[in-house]
Every structure is written in structure tokens, then in C-alpha cells.
């Protein structure tokens, strides 16, 4: 198997993981050194380490208690990186039906994943997920 398919079988056990809501396993794909980047002007949004997603990870699944799922509409990769297209559905504690939609882009090193950047719709998530609250 060739790195940019080992690449795409990690970022897709990865987002397996998001989808049971396995915090111990999505922790353990990121290097010492990584870090997501959630892009936008959110009360979520910014450059998270691996250590603050310890502290915030099981949060996420609190705020989705049946759960988040995670859908690949489309993944392309080269070299390091791997690109995915998704779309998200899930129940927030609100009792709000969340339908995100996603560009994530994975930079990838020795099989781990050094770098998340997370696209989405922030109006969707400042209303669902920060109750409408804004920085």
C-alpha cells in the first residue's frame, strides 16, 4: 500500500473514531506535537494542541449525547495531506438537529496526524453548539 493510501485508511479510522465517540483513540492519532485548527470567529474557534484537546475532547460528546456522525462526501490526498469533504448529523443537548457540512484537511506524519484545519459553517455552529454566543 502506498503512503497516500496508508494516509487516507488513518484519517479514515480517525474519523471511525469520531463517530463512537472514542476520545482515547482520537487523542492516540494525533503526534506529541499535534494540533487542530478550527478555523473561523467562534467561541470554538482557534489552534488547539494535543494536550487541550485531552481537556476538551470528552466535552464535544457531552454536547452530543446520542452522538455525532461524521459522513465522507468525498477524500483526496498527496504526499502528507489528506483532504475530506463531510457532513455532520447529530442531536446537540439543546434538543437542535445539528447538519454541519466540512472541509477537513489532515497533515499527516509517520501515520499520525500532525495537523486537523476544520472548515465549516460557523453561523450553524455559533447558533447550535455556542447557543449563539460570539466572541
Not at 450553524?124 to 460570539?134: D, K, N, P, S
Request: aromatic content about 8%; hydrophobic content about 35%.
Amino acid at each position: 500500500m502506498s503512503q497516500i493510501e496508508d494516509n487516507k485508511k488513518t484519517v479514515s479510522a480517525f474519523l471511525d473514531a469520531m463517530n463512537r465517540g472514542d476520545t482515547g483513540a482520537i487523542l492516540e492519532a494525533y503526534t506529541e506535537d499535534g494540533q487542530v485548527w478550527t478555523m473561523g470567529n467562534t467561541m470554538i474557534s482557534g489552534k488547539y494542541s494535543k494536550e487541550q484537546i485531552k481537556g476538551f475532547a470528552d466535552g464535544i460528546y457531552e454536547a452530543f449525547p446520542q452522538g455525532l456522525r461524521f459522513n465522507i462526501v468525498g477524500m483526496v490526498a498527496e504526499g502528507d495531506r489528506v483532504a475530506v469533504e463531510a457532513e455532520s448529523e447529530g442531536a446537540h443537548a439543546s434538543g437542535v438537529n445539528c447538519n454541519n457540512h466540512y472541509h477537513f484537511l489532515f497533515t499527516l506524519r509517520d501515520g499520525k496526524v500532525v495537523q486537523l484545519k476544520e472548515y465549516m459553517d460557523t453561523e450553524l455552529a455559533t447558533e447550535v453548539i455556542c447557543g449563539g454566543q460570539r466572541p
